[in-house]
């Protein structure tokens, strides 16, 4: 129990990065959504730079590994475009953790994998046995970066950096502030994977891991 009450105050404390290091987990089929559709039939990009939560202004360019492993993911559905799935991805991420402030797991489960979504589920349990509620903010995207990709079995999986400023504040019972400010913006970096079957009747990318950058 200890343990649940650490992890939620870390979460509500330091502007909620989804602590979690989960395993991937294929064959876990969602429902439809317009996050979900903007993800579908996408390769992503590796490096988009630019201020706010839109659409990256620029084309993606990628390492050697990187590019290795998106040849493998378009090798196996040449559909993949990478300015869409970048795109799915940052709203994606928006949506997700948007999702997890309000507490709103019905919005999650379709966006994440079942792990995920036990994990997700799990820390928003913690952060209302202890009565707070949470008023976060993303501020901007600064970048969006692919840092791996890869296809294991039948399925594709991408890895995306997200470096971003989230205003965020913790409020008790009552509405009354406890932690943080809307007014000061903390600097904060995740790296999140998405991963989708590469044939099914479902074929749409879900959140399958995530975790915190130093």
């Known amino acids: 129990m ?12 330091l502007g909620l990065r989804l602590y979690a290091v989960l395993g991937r987990r294929t064959g876990h089929e969602q429902a439809s959504s317009p996050v979900l559709d903007d993800l579908k039939s996408a390769t992503p990009p590796a490096v988009a730079p ?39 991805a940052r709203s994606a991420y928006k949506s997700i953790l948007e999702a997890f402030w309000r507490g709103d797991v ?7 994998s079942e792990d995920v979504g036990e994990s997700f589920s799990e820390a928003i349990g913690a952060r209302k046995e202890l009565g707070h509620s949470l008023d976060n903010r993303l501020v901007q995207i600064e970048k969006s ?3 791996k990709a890869w296809v294991e079995g039948k399925t594709a999986n ?17 509405g009354k502030v406890i932690a943080g400010s809307l007014t000061d913006a903390v600097p904060t970096t995740d790296v999140w994977t998405f ?17 915190e950058s130093a």
């Open 106 to 112: 019905e919005e999650l489960t379709p966006l994440v």
């Open 50 to 88: 630019h201020s706010g939560t839109g659409a990256p202004k620029d084309q993606p360019t990628f390492d050697a590994q990187v590019a290795t492993g998106l040849k493998a993911v378009s090798s196996s559905d040449s559909s993949f475009d990478p300015v869409r799935f970048i795109e799915g």
């Open 158 to 174: 991408i890895t995306v950096q997200f470096v971003a400023d989230i205003a965020a504040v913790t409020r008790d019972k009552e």
């Open 195 to 211: 991963s989708r079957p590469l044939r099914g009747a479902s074929p749409e990318w879900v959140l399958t891991d995530t975790d």
């Open 145 to 147: 970066a692919i840092t």
């Open 2 to 13: 200890s343990g649940i009450i650490i992890f939620a105050m870390v979460a509500l404390f």
